[in-house]
């Protein structure tokens, strides 16, 4: 199992409306690719030099193949859009991670 995880730090001016666009569209058009079975958004609580507030979105797929798939198939429009809609207001930084263990008590 592989995390894809995106950390988003956002401009405060367009925070707000950044934040609903992610959880009720972005999101949502993330998982609807069927490359992902579940996404978690979790805010990161150091400030930043730079100003902003910064989240993690870590996005879980099943194996590299379905990963790359995604690279390949989605991730040119799905980014396109945020561009679109937030130029200038974001810097993102994307990291791949291997589940090694996981435990529920």
Known sequence: M??????INIDESV?????????????PDMLSTGKFS?????????????GGITYSIQ???QDRKTLESYYQQDAERLR??????FPNKFVTFRTELEVINQQIP
């Open 2 to 7: 592989l995390i894809y995880n995106v950390t």
């Open 15 to 27: 925070h707000d409306e950044w934040l609903i666009w992610m959880r009720d569209k972005h999101i």
């Open 38 to 50: 579940h996404a978690k958004m979790v805010k990161v609580l150091v400030e930043e030099d730079m």
């Open 59 to 61: 996005y879980t797929t």
């Open 80 to 85: 396109a859009e945020a561009q679109k809609l």
